[in-house]
């Protein structure tokens, strides 16, 4: 085999793995158009790459909070390091169904947010990746511990 199939060949699994790993991956540029839209993003929001693609984020979720979530991403260009959102500040960025309605008491999927710089060949941060993890089962169960903790030592 060739050094150039090899190279298409690992492009064409490594291209699989992002759409079809179990979190949410979304790239925007510096003007917040949608870069990449991952398989997860499509399922949970009902939107699909080839619409969100080349969009504004903020056109495609017109509920985002747009001066908080740019602030941020903005933070991720200028500074050049990653930001990290816990459930636990915000429950969700995006306001995804929960998909598990008969195992969760959530009606929306609890998410921890990773905005991550992407550096082009000159070092230079033109696209910021979103990540979404679904800690859903995290936060309903520490949610539920709490709320036992707080019933034991009520008097």
Same mark, same amino acid.
């Given at each position: 085999? *060739?050094?150039?199939? +090899?190279?298409?060949?690992? #492009?064409?699994?490594? $291209?699989?793995?992002?759409?079809?790993?179990?979190?949410?991956?979304?790239?925007?540029?510096?003007? =917040?158009?949608?870069?990449?839209?991952?398989? $997860?993003?499509?399922?949970?929001?009902?939107? *699909?790459?080839?619409?969100?693609?080349?969009?504004?984020? $903020?056109?495609? #979720?017109? +509920?985002? +909070?747009?001066?908080?979530?740019?602030?941020?991403?903005?933070?991720?260009?200028?500074?050049? !390091?990653?930001i990290y959102i816990s459930?636990?500040?915000?429950?969700?960025? #995006?306001?995804? !169904?929960? =998909?598990?309605?008969? !195992?969760?008491?959530?009606? =929306?999927?609890?998410?921890?947010?990773?905005?991550?710089? @992407?550096?082009?060949?000159?070092?230079?941060?033109?696209?910021?990746?979103?990540?979404?993890?679904d800690v859903t089962d995290?936060? /309903?169960n520490k949610m539920a $511990? +709490?709320? @036992?903790?707080?019933? /034991?030592?009520? /008097?």
């Open positions: 085999m *060739s050094m150039q199939s +090899d190279g298409l060949a690992d #492009f064409h699994w490594m $291209f699989d793995l992002l759409h079809h790993i179990d979190v949410g991956l979304v790239v925007l540029d510096r003007q =917040y158009k949608v870069q990449l839209w991952n398989s $997860f993003m499509e399922n949970h929001s009902g939107v *699909s790459s080839s619409i969100a693609k080349q969009q504004s984020l $903020f056109s495609v #979720f017109p +509920d985002l +909070d747009q001066n908080w979530l740019q602030q941020k991403l903005d933070n991720v260009f200028s500074l050049k !390091t990653p459930w636990e500040q915000r429950s969700h960025l #995006f306001k995804f !169904t929960c =998909y598990r309605p008969l !195992t969760s008491i959530a009606d =929306y999927m609890y998410q921890n947010i990773a905005i991550r710089p @992407i550096s082009g060949p000159d070092g230079s941060i033109n696209q910021v990746c979103l990540v979404v993890y995290v936060a /309903t $511990f +709490d709320a @036992i903790r707080q019933g /034991t030592t009520k /008097t």
